[in-house]
């Protein structure tokens, strides 16, 4: 993003507030989403902020990051945390920490607390530097979707394919075998 004033007659600039405005949606928010670069679909991916990023972990047992690698650009959106509507889009610049850099080591550390029902919590670490990669998800330009600038098409996913169907009518008899019992 680009360089910041804030002039004390006329208050912030609007990269300042747009800047703001997403880090505190990535902070606030347990879940976004990010299209990389030449894929179809978003993909829902938890995170943390860290460092001036937000960062995720995946691969291995992780949320699988399918085709985010280092050296693309991606799509990240980020909902609302009380109304879980779209709130903010940008693009961002993918870097993969090293394991064991020190820009890894803050990244698995955020990771860790935002990490819920993980099979070895003592040795996460050390299975993320084994088996997982962390990126690295930059702000690299201006929002692209951001309150009173948002698109006007839906973004809905079509749906898999499947075969399950809707719950049929319950039968009329049932209600009144229901009752019956909480007598």
Known sequence: MEPTTTD???????????RALLEEAAKKSGL?????????QSRALWHAWHDGAVVVVGDGIEQPLH???????????????????????WPAAVTELAPGSDAW???????????????DTDTIGE?????????RLAPA?????????????SHAATPMPTSATTRQ???????????????
């Open 105 to 119: 080591l803050g990244a698995v550390e955020e990771l860790k607390g935002k990490r819920l029902n993980a099979p």
């Open 32 to 40: 976004l989403w990010v299209r990389a670069e030449g894929q179809p």
């Open 67 to 89: 085709g985010l690698t280092a050296g693309q650009t991606a799509e990240v959106t980020v909902r609302s945390k009380d109304k879980w509507g779209r709130l903010t889009a």
């Open 169 to 183: 009518p319950i039968p009329a008899g049932l209600p009144k075998l229901l009752f019956k019992r909480s007598r």
């Open 127 to 135: 299975r993320w530097a084994r088996d997982c990669r962390v990126l």
């Open 8 to 18: 004390a007659a006329t208050g912030p600039d609007r990269a300042t507030l747009d």
């Open 141 to 153: 330009g201006p929002l692209t979707e951001q309150p009173g600038n948002m698109p006007d098409a």
